[in-house]
């Protein structure tokens, strides 16, 4: 694992995957909204409204993901050091963080017209509220010291606090009663959702994660990119600083 | 290396205890943290008139009328029953065997609600679906429970 996580050699593969990658998101993508906006079929209960799911459903499983990844790559960084590891969790908080309020956001316009409200204190919303909080927290954290490891240490001891509240998310709905749907798609006894509206969900669910893919490979490469001047711009000061401290002596 | 090891450990060790002050504490807020009371609890912890809760369950098939701007209703989730009374707009959602969750005061046996939302359940599928199983008698309103048995 060590050999991929190398800078250098990081930035060569990246290059040569990224096309790929950005092109395969672009596609699905296409794909994704097509069947879903125009193939899938109305709901029976719901009507057309039901098509945000579409956009919320990815967004949420793309939000638990993204910080599951992001404390793995914490932890990775925290016991072994690993510099790259560390630059990762922080570039994927904020694709996380993104995603949290997307779901957030279309869970709220859902809500709306099928339940009657906006927003209520259940525990599956309160949960989802507290990660996006979470994401928040961390960025905070990472961005709060002058030295960039110190910062990804710190946060990164949050991000492992916070794995609990994955658990909470995922279960909310089974273990205490909620305003929000139990689970349709990962649940005992296999989805409760019709084929003809699941695989468009499930191309959505590859748009998405594809997508996270192409942002996190161009965040990384540019955070290694500001690192490598940061490194420079120390060097160059104090190469300029050195004769003007030598000159007492 | 040895560091390495025994940051692991730190870690491993630590994410354990943190799993299980979770665990407890989850288990200790057990009941506070359910959105609403299902009939039967309500009947079973005694609500009085002084508290505002919520009320989940199903309408009850048959069991709607309107009068002008107020509309009744009854709640069940099978085993108990409370009659609901509420003034003003309902959800899109909301129709007789529909999962409801209603937030208001228990008064004299009845349900005053100054709120009422629609619950729907994890169940997607096209119109001719639900048709098709309706008609050849597969369908099974009981399944669509709002309030499931606690």
Known sequence: MHRFANPARFMRLSAAVLPYVAAAAALTTLVGLY???LVAPPDYQQGESVRIMYIHVPAAWMALMVYGAMALASAVGLVWRHPLAELAAREMAWIGAAFTLVCLVTGSLWGQPMWGTWWVWDARLTSVLILFFLYLGYLALAYAFDEPTRGARAAGILALVGVVNLPIIKFSVDWWNTLHQPASVVRMGGPAIAPSMLQPL?????AFFLYFVTVLLI???????????RALRLAEAERGAAPSMAAPA | MTRKRRRLYVLLAAMACLGVATALVLSAFDDSLVFFYSPSDVVEKHIGPDRR???????EPGSLSRQGTTVDFRVTDGAHTIPVTYQGALPDL?????????????????FRATTVL???DEKYMPPEVADALKRSGHWNPEASGAARPQ
């Open chain 1, 219 to 229: 965040r990384l490469r540019t955070a290694l990119i500001e690192r490598k001047i």
């Open chain 2, 53 to 59: 809760i919520r009320i989940g369950g199903l309408v």
């Open chain 2, 118 to 120: 629609a619950k729907h």
């Open chain 1, 35 to 37: 069947l879903a906006l």
């Open chain 1, 202 to 206: 499930l191309v959505m669910a590859l």
């Open chain 2, 94 to 110: 909301f129709r007789e065997g529909q999962g409801v969750v209603a937030e208001g005061r228990l008064e004299q046996g009845v």
